[in-house]
Structures are given as C-alpha cells and as structure tokens.
Nanobody, 125 residues
Framework: QVQLVESGGGLVQAGESLRLSCAAS????????MGWFRQAPGKEREFVAGISRSGLGTYYADSVKGRFTISRDNAKNTVYLQIASLKAEDTTVYYC??????????????????WGQGTQVTVSS
C-alpha cells in the first residue's frame, strides 16, 4: 500500500506562486510513477502533470504548460508541484497520485491506484 500526504495548499493572491508537496510512504518511491490532478466541485478529476520514476520525464496538461512544474526528490520520497502566476481558475483541490505498475506517464485518473487526501488551493483576485 502506498500512502500519500499532500501539503502546501492555502489561500494566495492571484499572481503569486505556490509549491505543493506530496510525501509518499509504503513503497519504494523510485518505483512509482507520480501524477498531480485537480478536481473542482461537480467536475471530473483533471490531469495536471505527471512525472516518470527517475524524474527525467514529465508531461503537462496543455492548460497548465508554462506555469506548472512537476519535480521529485527520490531521496526524500516527495513529489512537488510548483505553480507560478496563480489565477482564480486554479482554485480547487489538488490531488497527488501514484502507481507502481505504470510503464509511462498516465493522464487518466483511473490508471493510478493510490491517491492522497487532497490539498485545497484558493486564489483570491
């Protein structure tokens, strides 16, 4: 079982930056493909970014390219999501996801077996 705990969310002003963290345990972290998703009330969970086991491969949703950066520190068992130039439309709950069986970065939520509890990001304009 993989346990994921997100942190770093909060209330920020539009235009500011924020870094979300997701700490993993229960599995060899470097064996996990990791992803970040977000979900607004009443909407489907939306892929934001994904990262390969080594961290050398990343993939972003078109809607966040250029503002979001995913990275990981395998020594710290942590994946990060850096968000720059926050906008009001970034307001939602962000979730970390992991899966040890993936062989490439997945963009569908159903492909990830393990999820964190989510962290709320609220952007005020």
């Amino acid at each position: 079982q993989v346990q994921l705990v997100e942190s770093g969310g909060g209330l920020v002003q539009a235009g500011e930056s924020l870094r979300l963290s997701c700490a993993a345990s229960g599995w060899t972290f470097s064996d996990l493909y990791m992803g970040w998703f977000r979900q607004a009330p009443g909407k489907e969970r939306e892929f934001v970014a994904g990262i390969s086991r080594s961290g050398l491969g990343t993939y972003y949703a078109d809607s966040v390219k250029g503002r979001f950066t995913i990275s990981r520190d395998n020594a710290k068992n942590t994946v990060y999501l850096q968000i720059a130039s926050l906008k009001a439309e970034d307001t939602t709950v962000y979730y970390c996801a992991a899966d040890p069986k993936l062989t490439r970065i997945a963009v569908r939520a159903g492909e990830y077996a393990y999820w964190g509890q989510g962290t709320q990001v609220t952007v005020s304009s």
